[in-house]
T-cell receptor, first 111, second 114 residues
């Protein structure tokens, strides 16, 4: 069974701090990894994707991938109250068309 | 930005009834998907569709489920005889290429089976 695991949270950080969200995956065949943001009652919205080991930065967001440890993380710098949402980690394996999602980590950024 | 459109936003039905959830993917997209999310649970893959046929489906997508692209713009999910456990938010998604990481999700249809 291919799984993506996340701590459900909530993760509470003060405004301006760095939020660190983590994810592990079980399928070594996973090739691409995604971070989605989901506000309550809304659809997932893609923030970042990563498929190479190392870091990938986009604005305030940095995704990190370590395939040897089967670990993906998302750092949000200068966290804002508007970043408060559930962050979903997802993995896609080679030669498949589906995303396997984790349960998501709820992030709360307080002023 | 282009959007995936889903209708209706809410659907209430009685157990055993058939429902059809509708989606209009982005116009130049070729790969279409249905996912669902039971309240408080993970987003789960149901089915992918390309070139007018199912390319992959999950264990959830049993004989009660079917998909269709009837007219080149709409993409529908039919549940033949709904069960209580089918109550969930159903998301349609599309992308232009299988290797394009950007998967566009629609706003979802909240299905409630009573």
């Amino acid at each position: 069974q291919k799984e993506v695991e996340q701590n459900s949270g909530p993760l509470s950080v003060p405004e301006g701090a760095i939020a660190s969200l983590n994810c592990t995956y079980s399928d070594r065949g996973s090739q691409s990894f995604f971070w989605y943001r989901q506000y309550s009652g809304k659809s997932p919205e893609l923030i970042m994707f990563i498929y190479s080991n190392g870091d990938k930065e986009d604005g305030r967001f940095t995704a990190q991938l370590n395939k040897a440890s089967q670990y993906v993380s998302l750092l949000i710098r200068d966290s804002q109250p508007s970043d408060s949402a559930t962050y979903l980690c997802a993995a896609e394996s080679y030669n498949t068309d589906k995303l396997i999602f984790g349960t998501g980590t709820r992030l709360q950024v307080f002023p | 930005e282009p959007e995936v459109t889903q209708t209706p936003s809410h659907q209430v039905t009685q157990m055993g009834q058939e429902v059809i959830l509708r989606c209009v993917p982005i116009s130049n997209h070729l790969y279409f998907y249905w996912y669902r999310q039971i309240l408080g649970q993970k987003v789960e893959f149901l089915v992918s569709f390309y070139n007018n046929e199912i390319s992959e489906k999950s264990e959830i997508f049993d004989d009660q489920f079917s998909v269709e692209r009837p007219d080149g713009s709409n993409f529908t999910l039919k549940i033949r005889s709904t069960k209580l456990e089918d109550s969930a938010m159903y998301f349609c998604a599309s992308r232009d290429d299988r290797n394009n990481e950007k998967l566009f999700f629609g706003s979802g249809t909240q299905l409630s089976v009573l």
